[in-house]
RNA sequence: GCCCGUGUGGCGCAGCGGUAGCGCACAGUCUUGGUAAGACUGGGGUCAUGGGUUCAAUUCCCAUCACGGGCUCCA
């Protein structure tokens, strides 16, 4: 077969991603090794390395890594050519079959084509399309990361394997930088920031999934919602307020009750059972709450669109292995708004969801995120709820809204919601992951749900569109991100302090205290540290707590109404007259400026 | 929910079958110091919770809870 031919089948590895895909086969073989009984499913390159999933006779722990590992190594060394060759479907049929090996036979029995790809390096023999590296020294330098459990298929209903990921690289010198790469990350992974910072506090005291804020973070918080408040106004949103409780039956009208069942929070009262429909639970989403704010008044189509915004704290019950930190939690703040709009004014309601998002973005400086544009899948329109010219007309007005902005965005086909196509902004944490954040969603069905209405020019009811829509999802993940995105040093207008004043020694804490009254008339946060400590102590301290400006005052300072301004970039401005500073920072704030 | 790991003073960590230490933080005393850690002294832990094994458990075993990593970038 002709190599043309051979990539062409194959998976479309880069050089390096075929590397680390051969080191994840010698990987399986040195498993091979330890484990004679070991069954194999899949070993595929990753972004940053491989993994491969095993059934084996006892689980791994992360000790049988150094042992995997020095196995590896010697079969790398070993120089062993990747030998491939191409089988009848029967023929690997049966002897995997032999071999005990039920996924390999599995992913035989999914495959159309009358041949099959086997790969064989030294001892070990694996179906496989390739591509692979000529041979075993090809390979660069390899660490094994961790140990993982993983589900055949990614099906919790199927067996879990046990799933090794490792990472190659061409260098050593490229190996210990991605090392030091992933250390930096764990550097501003918000959950150890939260705690250096005395933002938030996750406790054993609570449940899990519910943090607190301390009172620095709660100025965060604050300024985060004020900002997003203050912009969502400017686009012509409202916003209102509906508490924390919802009864059953509200929740069986929109249906989320037989979905979302599991996920809410039942709130008991004496003998009533959770199910009635007068029973109260814990508000896990806001829609009907809007909608039933929306119904509770007569609409014209002169008033659309309605848009109500609110900040609300909802609860919902994540599975206990999904929890982390503050990028998902029971207790959650949602920026969530719902527009009540005519049909006809789609497209201009979503042009103005997207500039709102993107502003908000674009503030808060972040780029590194990806669009997704959720579309139904037309080949199961059973599973969608809404005729076909309304669904092409609202993915159509979507994409429209983005194409407008030369935004670029990436079609998933299938992950629309039912009730509608969606839009979602998946951002990126310190360690890689994404996370949805903010999201702009089409409902055809809650407004049908409810029964909503509007009076047209006709005089006659008329059903509206519902968008549902989040900046920035919640509040706490949004903050996770931040905290990650800015390090902990947030800007200006962002952080919950923003000086520290400075006395050298004991006599200046009178003038420091007449700097502070200076500033906080000036709508400036900032602090005195009077402790015993030495300048320099407190200078580190505040440092350390990423504080943007840091304040020392002594006696030059005291005489002339002044202070000497030191940036947490290292940068000392020196001695400048109080007036000035307080003209900078207030500059700074208005403009919700990145500058120090 | 499932697999693996972890749980020792506020935080970061040692330790070990014979009831616990270090650093930071905190408190007190001395020091009053010009841009990233001044010195000394001191207080503070039922070693996550519940059960079991043992003469003896923080240490070994089990359960529970919490936290961390992972759970469809696909032969």
Redesign the pocket.
Same mark, same amino acid.
């Given at each position: 077969m002709s190599v043309e031919a051979e990539l062409q089948?194959s998976?479309?590895y880069t050089p390096i991603q075929r590397m680390r895909h051969s080191a994840a086969h010698v990987m399986a073989e040195a498993v091979q090794e330890m484990f004679p009984d070991a069954k194999?499913?899949? &070993?595929?390159?990753?972004?940053?390395g491989f993994y491969y999933d095993f059934d084996l006779p006892r689980?791994?722990?992360?000790?049988d890594l150094p042992e995997i590992e020095q196995r590896m190594r010697r079969i790398i060394a070993g120089k062993h050519p990747f030998m491939r060759s191409r089988w009848p479907r029967e023929q690997?049929l049966e002897y995997f079959r032999n071999k005990g090996q039920d996924y390999?036979v599995e992913?035989?029995e999914n495959?159309p084509?009358d041949?099959?790809?086997?790969y064989q390096q030294n001892n070990f023999l694996?179906?496989?399309?390739g591509p692979h590296v000529e041979n075993t020294e090809q390979i660069g330098p390899i660490k094994l990361?961790?140990?993982?459990?993983?589900?055949w298929?990614?099906?919790?209903h199927r067996p879990?394997l046990?799933?090794l990921?490792g990472t190659a690289w061409d260098t050593q010198e490229e190996l210990d930088q991605y090392l030091w790469r992933l250390e930096e990350a764990q550097k501003r992974?918000h959950?150890?920031l939260g705690?250096?910072l005395k933002l938030f506090v996750?406790s054993?005291e609570l449940?899990? &999934?519910?943090p607190m804020f301390l009172p620095r973070g709660e100025m965060l918080r604050h300024l985060m919602e004020s900002y997003v408040r203050e912009t969502q106004e400017k686009y012509g949103y409202q916003h209102v307020w509906t508490g924390h409780l919802g009864k059953v039956h509200l929740y069986k009208t929109s249906k989320h009750w037989f979905t979302y069942r599991e996920n809410m929070f039942p709130v008991m009262q004496g003998e009533q059972e959770a199910s009635d429909d007068d029973a109260y639970v814990l508000k896990p989403m806001n829609c009907p709450h809007h909608i039933t704010l929306y119904k509770s008044q007569m609409h014209s189509y002169r008033e659309l669109p309605v848009r109500y915004a609110e900040f609300a704290t909802l609860y919902r019950y994540e599975?206990?292995?999904?929890?982390?930190?503050l990028a998902r939690v029971r207790s959650l703040t949602q920026d969530d708004a719902h527009v009540f709009l005519r049909p006809d004014q789609i497209q201009e309601e979503f042009d103005r969801a997207v500039n709102l998002t993107l502003e908000v973005f674009e503030t808060y400086g972040l780029n590194d995120y990806g669009i997704h544009l959720s579309l139904r899948d037309p080949n199961k329109k059973e599973e969608y709820v809404g005729s076909d010219e309304v669904w092409e007309m609202a993915e159509g007005s979507l994409r429209n809204a983005l194409n407008n902005r030369g935004i670029q965005y990436q079609e998933v086909i299938g992950e629309a919601a039912f009730y509608g196509p969606k839009m979602d902004f998946m951002v990126r944490d310190a360690?890689?992951?994404e996370w949805q954040c903010s999201t702009i969603q089409l409902d055809f069905v809650q407004p049908e749900n409810f029964g909503l209405e509007y009076i047209g020019e006709d005089g006659q009811a008329h059903r509206p569109v519902m968008i549902h829509r989040a900046v920035t999802g919640s509040t706490e993940r949004f903050m996770a991100m931040l905290i990650e995105h800015y390090a902990g040093a947030f800007p200006v207008w962002l952080s919950p302090v923003q000086a520290m004043v400075?006395?050298?020694?004991? $006599?200046?804490i009178e003038y420091a205290n007449q700097v502070l009254e200076t500033l906080k008339a000036a709508g400036i946060r900032a602090e005195v540290d009077a402790?015993?400590? $030495?300048?320099?102590?407190k200078?580190?301290?505040a440092?350390?707590q990423k504080i943007p400006y840091?304040l020392?005052?002594?006696?030059?300072?005291?005489a002339a109404n002044a202070v000497?301004?030191?940036l947490?970039t290292?940068e000392?401005l020196?001695?400048m007259p109080l007036a000035d500073f307080v003209e900078r920072v207030t500059e700074r704030t208005r403009t919700r400026s990145q500058e120090l």
């Open positions: 089948e998976v479309n194999f499913a899949i &070993g595929p390159a990753i972004e940053d689980p791994l722990t992360p000790e690997a390999k992913i035989i495959l084509d041949e099959v790809g086997i694996d179906l496989c399309r990361m961790r140990v993982a459990g993983a589900y298929r990614g099906d919790e879990m046990q799933r990921y992974d959950r150890k705690r250096e996750l054993d449940p899990a &999934g519910v599975k206990a292995g999904t929890l982390t930190g360690l890689g992951r400075i006395p050298i020694a004991d $006599r200046h402790r015993g400590e $030495r300048m320099n102590a200078v580190r301290d440092q350390l840091m020392v005052v002594g006696d030059k300072e005291a000497a301004v030191r947490r290292n000392n020196g001695p």
